[in-house]
Structure formats: C-alpha cells, structure tokens
C-alpha cells in the first residue's frame, strides 16, 4: 500500500463505478453473474466492462426474477478466473465506485482470491454513503430511488451494466466530485465532509475518524526539548498551547467494527473545555466522532469492539456519555471494551501527579475485558504493549495480506515526536518510553508499517526510514 500527499484535480480523475450481479447474498456462497464498470472521466461516461459469467452452479429461481439472468443466458460464459486479468486492467489507476460498495467490493476481492488475482485497489467509494450525506431528505436510498431524486434514467435495472451506468450518472449530474480531496485515490480517500481518511491495508478498510481538536500545553508537549526547537515545528498560543487533533481508527472487520480509542466525549464543563481548547462539537448535540461515525454509515450501536489505548482523557473520554439527566452511561454499548490490565491498574490508583488525566466517569462505568501483553485481539488486530506514557500504554497493529498499519497513540502523539529523545513531560517513564520507540521504530521500518498519528494536526499517516542516526517521515498523507 502507498500513500501520497500529492493531491490531483478531481476532474483529472478516473471513477470506475462497478455493479455486479450475484446468485446469493454474501460470498463464498453466492458468485458473479455478472460485473460492469462504467468510466466517469473529465465529465465523460462510457461503458468500459461488461460480461455475463458462468457462475458454476444453477441460477436461482428468485435471482431469475429479479435479473432476468438465466442457466441458459450464462450457458457457455466464461468464469470469473478467465476474465479477471481483463477487469483488473480496467479498474487500474481508478477510483473503485459502486452503490452499496462493500457488497460489490466484498464480492469481487473473494472471486478475485479463488482466481489468485489481486484484489481491486481501494477503498470504494459508496454512493449511498455520499447520499446519505448529501441528500439527506432522501428517506430510502436504493439505486432506483437515488436515480430517479438525481432524474437519471435507467431501462436496465437490476443488471450489472445497467446499474453501473445509473450509479456513474448519478455521480456526474450529482455535481458531488468538486467537493471531494483525493490524496492518490489508491491509498487515501477523504471524503466530502472531511472528518475522515480511508485507507486499505490488505482486505481491511480503515478509516483515520476526526474526533475533534484541543489545546494543550507546547511545554508539557515536548518535554526537555527547548522551544526555540519544537515551536518551529508546533506553533504556540498566547497561552502557550499548541493545536492537537484528537484521531481514532475505525477497521471494517469481518468480526466487526473495531474502534481505537474514543476522543473526549461529551460531559466536560465550560471551563474544562477552555482550559484545554477543545473543538469537539458536532451536529445536532453530538460529538465529532459520532459525526465521522455518521459519515461512514455507522452509529455507536454497531460498533462491536473499543480498544482503548490508555485512559486518559483524550483517549478514552468517548467511551461514556452525559445524558440529559446528568447521568453517565456506556457509548458503544453493544461493544466489548479493551484495555491492559497494567493500565486500568493504574487509572485505579489516583495520585496528584495522575488525576487531572485520568478522570473516573470515563472509565468507572466500562465492563472493561482486561489484557495481559501482547494479544491477537481478532485476526488482523493485535494489541502491541508499549510502556512509557503510562505503564500499560498499548498501540494497535492492523496487519491484512503483508500489509501493516499501526495505531501507535502518546509513543509518538505527532510526527514532530520522531526524534528518539524527543519525548512528552506527561510521560510517567520518559526512559521507558526512549526505549520504546527504539524497539518500535526498528521493527516499523523493517516491516514496512504505515504509522497513524492520533494528535499531528497536520499529518494523518506515514511511513518511517532511517535518517542518518534516526528516523524520519516519507509517504505521508496530511489531514485536510
């Protein structure tokens, strides 16, 4: 996977918007009938992919019904193996449209591994998504419905080449793509509203969620390090604060959604928020991350795991909310929260030099299940312990078919923390966490780890190389 900040002109842009017709719900049981891209480039739409495939077994009755595709139609059709190679030259270098990607994305990356074919490159981008987001009047959001709110006709509805088209036009006359910012459409996509950045590492969609901003002290920020240095890097406030965005990782995973760390929240007071400068309110009473949350589709309702790095306030604020009442309850609550055991040992044990951050209401109320070390949460999530802001401070690996992307939290809160000795005066263990990095920053690079950056306001992600006696940043894709 590689990244860019170089940005390009939208109207320069390649959409390959694909449909694909099926004879089930969800793979591996269900297989292509039929696929289609429709180009959308410079305004321009034409059909550049279209074929009906042997799905090897019988079409269902009620996929007849509804398509029209018969055993006789597919009789004699190539399978999916003979025409992958052809499809794959077709999507390169676009942008993978569909309309309810993930079922069309899911689909193909499954018959494109049965075939031994790369996957298409991603992630997709989902017109109902879009919608929701830019129609919201639109009650329901089915192709026909979206068409025919965008007066677009389509005389084939419900096969793959018919719906391709529609859902291109769709995305032309909509007069959506101005608003969009694409940093290599094949790594990075941001989306209309800008509170996230998607990415895929392997078959795992991520999404880098904005959760809002603060302010926080540049001294304490970087610690020893004098501030002729880090205010070139940092600008301070008559206050002395810098701007520090406030990032959580959102993995679409086949076990569920995972969400790292939970922002701030929503039940701080007046002055607490001016104190630290926060920018955390969204729309209609909710917070950021509900926001972001919403622009992907989700609520807090379906997320069903909250890996909490540590629990400071920052970081673990959104796992609780205020209600109405003043009442605190559980945000996610149909997820399992995580945590080290050493972490939530220690938010347990309050003393002057702790308590102003780890406050107990986000945390207290948390059926925590507690981790011991280094642990494979799910397939792909690994909680990786990294001591030294606190002592059960942990950072998150994603790892899907070789590729990596690590969630590495207050190790390095922002990409001007690179330099080894460059560390926070919030940290328990400075020592510790020197240590740490070095561990960490050896293994990243000879892995080839994309790095998430949860505070840099500017930079979202990048990867690390060594710079003479250190390292530094290269491929990094910036926030806004």
């Not at 940005?7 to 004879?23: G, M, Q, Y």
């Not at 926070?424 to 050896?442: A, C, H, Q, S, W």
């Given at each position: 996977m590689t990244c860019s900040a170089a940005?390009?002109?939208?109207?320069?842009?390649?959409?390959?918007?694909?449909?694909?017709?099926?004879?089930g719900s969800a793979p591996p049981g269900g297989r292509v009938l039929e696929v289609a891209v429709a180009m959308l480039e410079g305004g321009t739409v034409h059909?550049?992919?279209?074929?009906?495939?042997?799905?090897?077994?019988?079409?269902?009755?009620?996929?007849v019904r509804l398509t029209g595709i018969t055993d006789r139609l597919v009789a004699g059709r190539p399978r999916f193996a003979d025409v992958a190679a052809g499809l794959g030259r077709v999507l390169e270098d676009g942008i993978f449209v569909a309309h309810n990607a993930r079922f069309d994305w899911r689909f193909?990356?499954?018959?494109?591994?049965?075939?031994?074919?790369?996957?298409?490159?991603?992630?997709?981008?989902?017109?109902?998504?879009?919608?929701?987001?830019?129609?919201?009047?639109?009650?329901?959001?089915?192709?026909?419905?979206?068409?025919?709110?965008?007066?677009?006709?389509?005389?084939?509805?419900?096969?793959?080449?018919?719906?391709?088209?529609a859902a291109a036009y769709i995305l032309r006359v909509a007069d959506w793509t101005p608003t969009l910012r694409i940093?290599?459409?094949?790594?990075?996509?941001?989306?209309?509203?800008?509170?996230?950045?998607?990415?895929?590492?392997?078959?795992?969609?991520?999404?880098?969620?904005?959760a809002g901003a603060v302010r926080l002290d540049g001294g304490a920020m970087f610690g020893i390090v004098p501030k002729v240095l880090w205010q070139r890097r940092a600008p301070a406030d008559e206050r002395n604060r810098i701007r520090l965005a406030m990032r959580c990782l959102l993995v679409e995973h086949p076990d569920g959604l995972v969400l790292i760390d939970t922002g701030l929240g929503n039940k701080e007071n007046a002055k607490f928020m001016d104190i630290y400068g926060v920018d955390n309110e969204g729309r209609g009473g909710r917070t950021k991350l509900e926001d972001a949350l919403a622009e992907l589709g989700h609520t807090p309702a379906d997320v069903a795991w909250v890996i909490n790095t540590h629990l400071h306030f920052d970081h673990a604020g959104g796992n609780t909310y205020r209600n109405a009442g003043g009442e605190v309850?559980?945000?996610?609550?149909?997820?399992?929260?995580?945590?080290?055991?050493?972490?939530?040992?220690?938010?347990?044990?309050?003393?002057?030099?702790?308590?102003?951050?780890?406050?107990?209401?986000?945390f207290a109320p948390v059926p925590f299940t507690p981790l011991d070390g280094e642990v494979d949460l799910i397939p792909g999530i690994r909680c990786l312990p990294t001591p030294g802001h606190t002592p059960g401070h942990q950072s998150v690996l994603v790892e899907s078919e070789g590729e990596r992307l690590c969630f590495i939290a207050d190790l390095v809160p922002t990409s001007a923390h690179l330099p080894l000795p460059w560390i926070?005066?919030?940290?328990?263990?400075?020592?510790?966490?020197?240590?740490?990095?070095?561990?960490?920053?050896?293994r990243?690079?000879?892995?080839?780890?994309?790095?998430?950056?949860?505070?840099?306001?500017?930079v979202v992600v990048g990867r690390l190389a060594r710079e003479g006696r250190g390292f530094g940043l290269v491929e990094p894709v910036r926030a806004g």
């Open positions: 940005p390009r002109r939208l109207e320069l842009c390649r959409f390959a918007v694909v449909d694909v017709e099926t004879t059909l550049a992919f279209d074929t009906l495939l042997d799905p090897g077994m019988p079409v269902p009755a009620a996929v193909l990356a499954e018959e494109c591994a049965a075939a031994g074919v790369p996957a298409p490159q991603g992630p997709p981008l989902c017109t109902i998504r879009l919608t929701r987001r830019l129609a919201p009047e639109l009650r329901h959001r089915r192709l026909d419905q979206v068409a025919a709110f965008f007066g677009v006709e389509n005389p084939a509805r419900h096969r793959a080449f018919g719906d391709a088209l940093r290599n459409p094949q790594s990075a996509i941001r989306n209309p509203l800008l509170m996230h950045t998607s990415f895929q590492v392997g078959r795992l969609a991520c999404h880098a969620l904005d309850g559980v945000s996610f609550p149909r997820a399992r929260y995580v945590a080290q055991q050493r972490e939530l040992d220690f938010a347990r044990h309050l003393n002057e030099r702790t308590a102003a951050s780890y406050l107990p209401p986000n926070m005066g919030f940290d328990i263990e400075p020592l510790v966490t020197l240590e740490t990095k070095r561990r960490m920053y050896t990243a690079e000879g892995e080839g780890w994309l790095v998430l950056f949860e505070h840099d306001p500017d």
